[in-house]
């Protein structure tokens, strides 16, 4: 009888423990790292290639220094994330721009946290295009603009192909 009031009393502290834990365990944690990379991405959409025609340019039109072309259809897009105080460039350069042409580029949308310069002109040398880019996604319309920096260099031509590169990096303070 003993063994069995042991035994009973034993079953009872063990039944009694279990629901004791049970009871406690009801919510659990854990806690995860999560890590962002630094991001620096750029794009063009729309037309792969820009035709520019230059056939309207006469009379008083050569006398104006620059000759728009709103290539509607090709847009800059961006992304960049970076670490705290940090920032990214973007740049611009062109190769093969004609003789005695020159060549402007700008965004039709300049708002936003980064600094948008107007009106770069392009050349073989990279020009900063987009500065102070801190953790945004950013696209905008490409606008492209042409003028004639010396008449007596400028020769008729059926197709001149300029290629225009732009790069984002980490900005250099």
Known sequence: MKKSIILLLSV?????????????????SHDIEITVDEVADLSITGSDSVTISCADWSGDSLTN???????????LTWVSIVTQNKKNTITVQATDIPSGLKLRVSLNDVSGPSEILSDVIINDQASDFVTSIESESKTSQLIYEVGITNIENVRASSNSSVNITYTIQDEIS
């Open 12 to 28: 009872v502290i063990l039944l009694g423990l279990c629901t004791t834990l049970e009871a406690q365990s009801n919510t659990a």
């Open 65 to 75: 220094e620059w000759k728009a072309f709103s290539i509607s259809e090709s847009e």
